[in-house]
């Protein structure tokens, strides 16, 4: 399993744009990138995948350079709701196989 | 849209009883999981299930705990003889067949082992 280092913790305020980058250096070839939220006291939430360039969806971007041993999930124009725990996870996706967390970083987001 | 259920939110027990956690997955979903978070501590993984059976489990996952599928919609997870260190959030998720398919986590669990 690719181990994963993302910053324990970052601050903002409402209407900026966050980015978390994550390492993974020794990531397979057949791994993806996947980042998941989890707000207090409730279940972790996919909120974005990839395998290499850029994947944009309504909640977030997702930036993997060529060499694929990092990401940057970009969150635009963040408000108070998105103070949450941010995780990256790699893995090769296989339906049925365990998601791995680690610490995650801790999003906060001040007025 | 859909989403994972799981009931009871809090459940409070004595040290050494049994306990069954229970959660209703996504209903086209083939693969189920439950983890667990102790407080303050990372998300950890228990065990997934498919076909009726397990698929993979964690070393957390031993002979104190089992998990069912009673019928075609719950999915069950019981602890036999409760430990204080089994306090801790757990949380069931479900997910489909594709590969990099997500994982929908439900609302958790919070047991309290007195």
């Known amino acids: 399993l690719a181990k994963t280092t993302q910053p324990i913790s970052m601050d903002s305020y409402e209407g900026q744009e966050v980015n978390i980058t994550c390492s993974h250096n020794n990531i397979a070839t057949n791994d993806y990138i996947t980042w998941y939220q989890q707000f207090p006291s409730q279940g972790p939430r996919f909120i974005i995948q990839g395998y290499k360039t850029k994947v944009t969806n309504e909640v977030a971007s997702l930036f993997i350079p060529a060499d694929r041993k990092s990401s940057t999930l970009s969150l635009p124009r963040v408000s108070l709701s998105d103070t949450a725990v941010y995780y990256c996870l790699v893995g090769d996706g296989k339906a049925g196989t365990a998601l791995i967390f680690g610490k995650g970083t801790t999003l906060s987001v001040s007025s | 849209e859909p989403e994972v259920t799981q009931t009871p939110s809090h459940q409070v027990t004595q040290m050494g009883q049994e306990v069954i956690l229970r959660c209703v997955p996504i209903s086209n979903h083939l693969y189920f999981y439950w983890y667990r978070q102790i407080l303050g501590q990372k998300v950890e993984f228990l065990v997934s299930?498919?076909?009726?059976?397990?698929?993979?489990k964690s070393e957390i996952f031993d002979d104190q705990f089992s998990v069912e599928r009673p019928d075609g919609s719950n999915f069950t997870l019981k602890i036999r003889s409760t430990k204080l260190e089994d306090s801790a959030m757990y949380f069931c998720a479900s997910s489909g067949a594709r590969l990099a398919d997500e994982q929908f986590f439900g609302p958790g669990t919070r047991l309290t082992v007195l």
């Open positions: 299930f498919y076909n009726n059976e397990i698929s993979e």
